[in-house]
């Protein structure tokens, strides 16, 4: 509950700044576009509205990725303590704490104790609710003026008013209907769509005026302005506590009105006729307000600008001119989503930080201790001072307990202590790893289990261990890329590349780890790889990497696995080639496993691909 709370939060916090930025620049754009058709007005002010949804999304999808409690100035303290040394401020540390893995990324944390958070994020689920409560009264108006509108009793007028307009407009499946709720003509729908005109309205016997009206409304079908409508209202629902929000939406009522002006205008009546015709239908008009899911005649309030519009003649862009401004400020305002997620503010609960950095017996605000103190100490302060190698286990596995993502940072700085604990097996009540260990038990081992445990949060911070001088480290964060829960493989392809290279690494251990990972995430990518691998001089490389080949079950790796299954030294990896070659259930392995029967210690595993090959 707490980690929706912040996201939700996060959310808010950078949209409040994020959509004044892309308000600012559809407003500018909108002011170059003033004297062009108003359709490319409306076009950039609907794609500004969904920019102003897109946008807080991204920092805010990445904060759930990235839980970063330890500042600049305490975390070195903190990885100290976990890993009982001195902080050594290296160059490449410096560098590891300024860049991140992606990209550099110009972020500000915010902190804030958990019941503000919680209730913020209450407050602002209610108003969510209560704003969607208000959509759906809308709604039920709408479907209750739909089942009261009727085309019985239309008159000939009015009939041949909507067959002019049908033609005029290129419209032919809208239904002119006539109803005593509707004080102001409405467009209803869109795979069906009908208009209803009130019964002041459909006694007018003036051609201009009635042809005024229904072109208004065909023109709203003919552009689908009902459907861009209802998507513009679910869109601006999460944004809708934005004062700029408001002020987006009656941009893009504005442009459309003035749109289907244009329209209308152009095909159907000349200008200062449709205006009079205006005037008219506004003298008739007893009240309006309104209405989120009908589109009306009436609607955004401009009835004086509509009117100068229409009478006055004004210079305006060409259309060629008209495009090019509006495609350039589409491309600037898809472009600041990502560079606007760059610059996020982050917020996080300080309660949960501080408890993290306390359930590691770390004092968040202690002082590096310096080498010469440190080896000056006796052996028994020493012991009272570090907790000893099983303990730091325990207590990255209670961390895996609570769910703790908090303490991200301060697991990553574990991964490499590689001394050999007592087993502990934490993860049963939740999620349990295909392998429950991959060299031995160590502290290391154990926060790669937890952080492995975590799922998308994790995935960031282990991608950035992947180029550690540290080879436990690495092999600890190859491995728990490849053991992440909740993730598809899809959604790990970034960190392929590295484990690719990984597989060259001088450590036996992280050759083994990145095969692992490999075959887990079974991205095409490293099949060449995984193949040349195959001659690795370490058998237990070999066998994982043919271990992976069979997770991919891919042919262009069955050649490769005849070869390993008739002349690997190690009878494991000849087991495993034949277990691969059944999982690949390729016709073209079936000749080497045949040959394989004869080998005793192989027999069993060919025996079993042979059938599983053969159906």
């Excluded at 239904?175 to 009908?194: C, E, F």
Aim: hydrophobic share 45%.
């Amino acid at each position: 509950m707490l980690r929706i709370s912040e996201f939700i939060l996060n959310f808010v916090l950078n949209s409040f700044w994020q959509i004044a930025v892309i308000f600012a620049i559809a407003a500018s754009a909108s002011w170059l576009l003033r004297n062009a058709p108003a359709r490319y007005r409306h076009t950039l002010w609907v794609a500004a509205l969904s920019v102003s949804l897109i946008a807080p999304l991204f920092p805010a999808n990445r904060w759930i990725s990235n839980f970063r409690i330890a500042t600049p100035d305490t975390r070195p303290a903190i990885i100290a303590a976990l890993k009982n040394v001195a902080p050594v401020a290296s160059q490449s540390d410096k560098e590891e704490v300024a860049v991140d893995h992606v990209g550099s990324r110009r972020s500000q944390t915010i902190s804030t104790s958990i019941r503000t958070a919680s209730l913020l994020a209450f407050a602002y689920v209610l108003f969510i609710v209560w704003r969607a409560i208000r959509l759906i009264r809308f709604w039920r108006r709408k479907e209750k003026l739909s089942r009261t509108a009727t085309d019985i009793g239309l008159s000939e007028e009015v009939e041949a008013a909507a067959k002019r307009s049908r033609s005029l407009l290129g419209v032919d499946n809208v239904r002119i209907t006539k109803s005593n709720q509707a004080h102001v003509p409405y467009t209803l729908g869109w795979r069906r769509p009908m208009i209803v005109l009130p019964e002041a309205f459909c006694a007018e016997t003036n051609e201009g005026r009635l042809l005024s009206v229904t072109g208004h409304e065909m023109a709203h079908v003919a552009r689908r302005d009902f459907l861009v409508n209802f998507i513009c209202e679910l869109i601006a629902l999460p944004i809708s506590f934005h004062p700029l929000t408001f002020l987006v939406k009656k941009q893009i009522n504005r442009a459309r009105e003035l749109a289907c002006d244009e329209l209308v205008t152009k095909r159907v009546l000349a200008p200062r006729v449709y205006a009079r015709s205006l005037l008219w239908a506004a003298d008739l008009t007893s009240h309006y307000s309104s209405q989120a899911f009908m589109l009306s005649i009436f609607d955004a309030h401009i009835l004086e600008e509509r009117i100068m519009r229409l009478t006055r003649n004004k210079k305006t862009v060409a259309p060629g001119i008209a495009r090019v401004i509006m495609f350039a400020a589409l491309s600037i305002l898809f472009v600041s989503v990502m560079s606007l997620s760059m610059f996020s503010l982050e917020l996080q609960t300080q309660a949960r930080a501080i408890e993290s950095i306390q359930s590691l017996n770390i004092p968040a605000m202690q002082h590096p201790v310096a080498p010469d103190v440190a080896t000056s100490q006796s052996p028994r302060e020493t012991q009272i001072n570090a907790p000893g190698d099983d303990d730091r286990a325990t207590t990255a596995c209670e961390a895996g307990r609570r769910g703790d993502v908090q303490a991200i940072p301060l697991l990553i700085a574990q991964l490499g202590d590689d001394s050999k604990t007592q087993f502990v097996k934490c993860w049963a009540s939740r999620w349990s790893p295909a392998l429950q260990t991959f060299k031995h038990s160590s502290p290391g081992e154990q926060a790669s289990l937890v952080l492995a445990s975590f799922g998308r949060p994790s995935f960031g911070p282990l991608s950035n261990q992947l180029d550690n001088p540290n080879a436990t480290v690495r092999r600890n964060a190859a491995w728990a890329i490849g053991e992440l829960t909740n993730m598809l493989p899809g959604e790990r392809a970034g960190a392929v590349p590295q484990l690719i290279s990984l597989l060259g690494d001088s450590d036996e251990w992280v050759r083994m780890a990145s095969a692992r990972a490999l075959g887990e995430l079974r991205d095409e990518r490293a099949l060449p790889r995984l193949v040349a691998t195959l001659a690795d001089d370490n058998w237990r490389v070999r066998q994982l990497v043919v271990w992976a080949l069979s997770e991919m079950k891919d042919d262009r790796a069955v050649t490769a696995l005849c070869n390993v299954l008739l002349a690997d030294k190690r009878v494991e990896v000849r087991r495993g080639a034949a277990e691969a070659l059944g999982e690949i259930r390729s016709a073209e392995a079936l000749p080497y496993l045949k040959q394989a029967l004869n080998d005793s210690e192989v027999s069993a595993k060919a025996a079993w691909a042979i059938s599983e090959i053969e159906g």
